[in-house]
């Protein structure tokens, strides 16, 4: 319903003017009358009408002056004066301030309903307009976060082409005199220990935090979570860079209040390089997610800023020593010789001045990703990203070592059940002759010669035990064997394809793309 307001010195006029008009009618509702200006005024700050009925002289603060001020207090007000006075100075003085409905009294009825239906009318419509714009307004709104979330995501995955024109025109950020600088903030807790819901309140607390105390500090902003992990970016001017890390501090510091009220959590905030260059952002997020691994060594509740460089540690012979004890371990299937295998592993990691918390992870991972790779397990990249996932969540050296432990004493359990059944024995040892063998042309018909079994017969008894054929299995055991020295190893191509037991390089890149979808190069450029 509209607001109305009457102002006039005469309370007979303003009670002529209530009666004349049936106020419902019009969806309007007098709020309040005033006998003078300045009683008007202050009814409009009090009422916010959207209608001002007045006449052009009274005591106090005369119709003009009441319709300058009052414009100004609310510059959509629609105004109605009424007066006795038809002289031209006065219409013209109320056409300059936006007044176009100017009545004379002796007040009719009719002209007045007529002038009220007018201005409901473009009320009416307007409200619609403005509606309009509130909805596209919203909509675009929506369109940017959601872009820039895009955006974020690309980012975070090293997919995003930017320049400093696409983050101007499509992301809308402020680029010129500004830094651009990636931030990684890390939620750790216990495996199972936090519920979705209390993991949620966490994201959304952080979320909140972040606005009230880093979005004011930066020009524009984006933040948001995958999982347990907030990905952001900030962009400011270069003045206020001392002001935005104060504030990403206090932000952790916030945030570090709530760390018990949804259970055991502990946070790390880690910041990337501040870049004046779109196409840097990348490496700007790529140092932050380094950084944030160095609360492996540095502990949590802290902010990690700074360079990363390497210990020198040569991840490559630690692997291949690493591999020759997995294999034998697995042969005999003693879990034990695999653990202390590990604890090898951890100490000559320990042992290295210097070495970062990125390479502590990267080689736990690659450690666990051989392993099942040597132990095929049906699933492996389902197996491998439950592994990846629970390194994610370990905030120590210590919680690395108990998860590759962990992991592999369900995998041997698993391996043992299986060898119990003695239907699966004779796949059990060609599985592990082609383990040992498949860098040679080997083939089925010497498979079949080693377990001693028919072609038929075995062919048929290894696609039911593992679900694929012979040829499948070789190439697979080739291809896994194949990413894993294109990421942990500088090897050139060409060598690699005879380590993996092909002597047509052209082959091998043909079935490599098959089995990933790139070419081997493409496969080193993208995870290598």
């Known amino acids: 319903m509209w607001k109305v307001l009457i102002a006039d010195d005469e309370k007979l006029i303003c009670r002529l003017v209530q009666a004349l008009v049936d106020w419902e009618s019009l969806d309007m509702h007098v709020e309040a009358t005033a006998e003078n200006g300045l009683d008007a005024l202050r009814l409009i700050k009090e009422h916010k009408p959207d209608i001002l009925i007045t006449d052009i002289r009274m005591p106090g603060c005369n119709g ?16 109605v004066i009424i007066s006795g006075y038809a002289h031209f100075e006065y219409a013209q003085s109320a056409i300059a301030y936006g007044v176009g409905n100017y009545l004379l009294k002796p007040i009719k009825q ?25 909805l596209v307004f919203a909509n675009r709104k929506k369109d940017l976060k959601r872009d820039r979330e895009s955006m974020l995501s690309d980012i975070v995955g090293r997919k995003q082409d930017l320049s400093l024109p696409k983050l101007n025109e499509v992301f809308r950020f402020v680029t010129e005199g500004c830094l651009l600088q990636a931030f990684v903030l890390k939620i750790d807790c216990e495996q199972n220990q936090i519920k979705e819901a209390s993991a949620k309140a966490i994201r959304e607390k952080a979320k909140e935090l972040f606005h009230n105390y880093v979005m004011p500090a930066c020009e524009e902003s984006v933040f948001d979570f995958q999982g347990n992990f907030g990905y952001g970016i900030v962009n400011y001017r270069l003045k206020n860079k001392d002001a935005v890390r104060k504030q990403l501090r206090e932000f952790l510091k916030q945030l570090e209040g709530y760390r018990y009220l949804v259970g055991r959590a502990f946070f790390t905030l880690a910041l990337g390089s ?11 997020m790529e140092n ?33 020593k690493y591999a020759k004890a997995v294999e034998h ?11 202390h295998a590990d604890d090898k592993l951890f100490e000559a990691m320990r042992q290295t001045d210097g070495i970062r918390g990125w390479e502590i992870l990267d080689i736990v991972l690659s450690a666990g990703d051989l392993f099942l790779l040597r132990t095929g397990p049906d699933d492996k990249k389902k197996s491998y990203e439950e592994f990846e996932d629970i390194c994610m969540q370990c905030e120590t050296v210590d919680k690395l070592s108990e998860a590759i432990k962990q992991m592999q004493g369900r995998m041997f359990a698993e391996m043992e059940q299986a060898r119990g059944s003695e239907s699966s024995k004779p796949v059990r040892i060609a599985k592990q002759y082609i383990l040992q063998n ?22 048929a008894l290894f696609k039911k035990e593992t679900g694929e054929g012979f040829a499948k299995y070789l190439t697979k055991i080739r291809m896994e064997e194949a990413k894993n020295l294109l990421r942990e190893t500088g090897m050139p191509v060409a060598e690699i394809c005879e380590r993996v037991g092909y002597n047509d390089r052209k082959h091998f890149t043909h079935t490599f793309h098959k089995y990933t979808g790139v070419n081997p190069a493409e496969y080193r450029k993208l995870y290598g």
Not at 110 to 130: F, S
Not at 274 to 284: F, R, T, Y
Not at 290 to 318: A, D, F, H, W, Y
Request: with cysteine.
């Open 274 to 284: 501040a870049e004046e260059k779109a196409d840097l952002l990348i490496n700007s």
């Open 438 to 459: 498949f860098n040679k042309n080997i083939s089925l018909e010497e498979v079949c010669e080693y377990v001693g079994f028919s072609v038929t017969y075995f062919s």
């Open 110 to 134: 009719d002209e007045l309903i007529e002038t009220l239906q007018k201005i409901r009318e473009h009320l009416e419509e307007k409200r619609k307009w403005d509606d309009m714009e509130q």
């Open 329 to 339: 371990a697995i042969e005999v299937l003693d879990v034990s010789e695999i653990y």
């Open 64 to 79: 003009l002056e009441l319709i300058q001020q009052a414009k100004e207090l609310q510059p959509d007000l629609e105004i």
């Open 288 to 320: 932050a997610k380094k950084m944030v691994s160095e609360r492996l060594i540095e502990g949590n509740g802290k902010m990690l800023e700074g360079s990363l460089p390497t210990s020198g540690i040569s991840k490559q012979s630690l692997i291949e």
